[in-house]
């Protein structure tokens, strides 16, 4: 294929990506606007979030594998069309319930990744996929950076629904985009749709979600969290019995057992953790009073602002990936990654008492976890069959959400600790980046059992 159809055809995929990655972030920071503006409690508020990584989590490796079956063009465009009328429906709507609606609508959105990646393998010459899938995973890193810095201003200056009419604008342009460029692509293999195996990993993720969700409300010895977690348990056992004996599965879990996508697994779920909570508790500390002794009192554009920085970095990890991956190997770009992220967010545990130091260590924490964005993909893809690549693929970007949303909580434990809150540890938030430097070195000892074949410099299409 020539390059000007390929050129194309990213072009358009990293302007979904990245439209997806916006979207996602920008009820975080609009979270404690919405509770005053509805009049409701912040366990019903988390809603926005709960209820778009449930949907998410399932829709992730589902639409991954629709995409393998019937092809990933004809899913990226059904995709498109889901994910726009959720932001549609949350700029239309003055109710919180439709919003929570449509929030879960958006969370199909979390299929553009595996379809990305299916279609760049699909339509790429090999030496070119490394650089594709890096860019392209870089990307929801950026975005997630850009959510944070316009959502204050537009919000400030034209209202929370003016910011869903203009993200809802330029998904249209996308998904046209997507409709215009992106080929149809061929079907793969027909086969039967795992419908148990969907009904059972759907109940197991639910339970295991608003199980983490309640916690800090009801507590987490509470007899609602202690029911959700038996019965993530038995929902889960009875998942991974029907996948192994299933003949055409949702996820193979004989590919899941891979030494590498394996580990590679183990990996996303801990920088979920990292990126996820750090992103949410970077800016609580940044935003919090500086009368409380440890907080900067930043507003929302000037918190935006400060992690800017962050946001470029994810760019420059975006372009070297390539680079990184045939020169050194994913596996090292993935070790340089959790080296990095261990001192960015580690180091802010002890120095964090100024504009300039959250700065200089969000950026090295930046440069590790776009290291890992752009190259985990890469790790992991020489060990899967083409026609596995969206499922697995998919499941991966599901379990680093799954990290993302449990880190989040184990953060708001340490926040909201009676120790922390008569102001020790800095309100808990030295414990919350102490942790985040802590699954960074988990992540690094997980990389390190990583076998140093089929790594990056080898990926093939």
């Known amino acids: 294929m020539g390059q000007k159809p390929t050129r194309g055809i990213y072009g358009v995929l990293i302007t979904a990506t990245l439209f997806f990655s916006l979207l996602q972030s920008i009820v975080t920071p609009l979270m404690p606007f919405l509770r005053d503006r509805f009049g409701i409690g912040q366990e019903q508020v988390t809603w926005l979030i709960t209820g778009y990584l449930v949907v998410a989590a399932v829709a992730t490796p589902l639409i991954g594998q629709l995409g393998d079956r019937f092809g990933r063009g004809v899913m990226l465009r059904i995709t498109m069309v889901a994910f726009c009328s959720g932001a549609v429906v949350a700029a239309m709507t003055d109710s919180f319930g439709w919003l929570v609606a449509a929030r879960m609508l958006q969370g199909l959105g979390g299929g553009i990744f595996p379809l990305a990646y299916g279609i760049i393998r699909e339509r790429f010459a090999p030496l070119k996929v490394a650089g594709a899938i890096g860019g392209l995973s870089s990307v929801m890193a950026v975005g997630s950076g850009i959510g944070v810095l316009v959502v204050g201003p537009v919000t400030e200056l034209f209202g929370y629904h003016s910011l869903f009419w203009i993200i809802s604008s330029v998904g249209a342009l996308v998904t046209l985009a997507v409709f215009v460029v992106i080929p149809v692509g061929d079907s793969g293999r027909k086969q039967p749709t795992d419908w148990i195996g969907i009904v059972l990993l759907t109940v197991w993720i639910v339970q295991l979600l608003y199980a983490s969700t309640i916690g800090n409300e009801a507590g987490w010895l509470s007899v609602p969290v202690l029911s959700l977690t038996a019965g993530f348990l038995v929902s889960f056992l009875l998942w991974f019995m029907w996948e192994n004996r299933c003949h055409y599965p949702l996820i193979n879990l004989r590919t899941m057992r891979h030494r590498t996508v ?31 002794g440890y907080g900067l009192g930043a507003s929302v554009t000037v918190t935006g602002l400060v992690l800017l920085p962050e946001t470029l970095v994810f760019l420059v990890t975006g372009s070297i990936a390539g680079y990184v991956a045939h020169r050194f190997g994913s596996r090292s770009g993935v070790l340089g990654g959790a080296i990095l992220s261990t001192l960015g967010f580690g180091g802010l545990a002890f120095w964090n008492n100024s504009f300039t130091a959250i700065i200089v260590l969000s950026v090295v924490g930046g440069l590790g976890v776009g290291l890992f964005f752009a190259q985990i993909t890469n790790l992991i893809m020489p060990a899967i069959p083409a026609s596995e690549t969206g499922a697995v693929t998919g499941m991966n970007n599901m379990i680093r959400n799954i990290g993302g949303a449990l880190g989040g909580q184990v953060c708001a434990v340490l926040v909201g600790m009676p120790l922390a809150q008569s102001g020790a540890f800095q309100g808990g938030f030295q414990l919350v980046f102490g942790f985040l430097g802590f699954a960074s070195v988990l992540a690094l000892a997980a990389c390190l059992l990583l076998p140093r074949e089929g790594v990056g410099a080898r990926v093939r299409a």
Do not use: C, D, K, Y
């Open 262 to 292: 394996m580990i590679g697994n183990v990996v996303a779920f801990l920088f979920g953790i990292v990126m996820f909570a750090s992103n949410t508790f970077l800016v609580a500390f940044l935003q919090a009073p500086a009368s409380t």
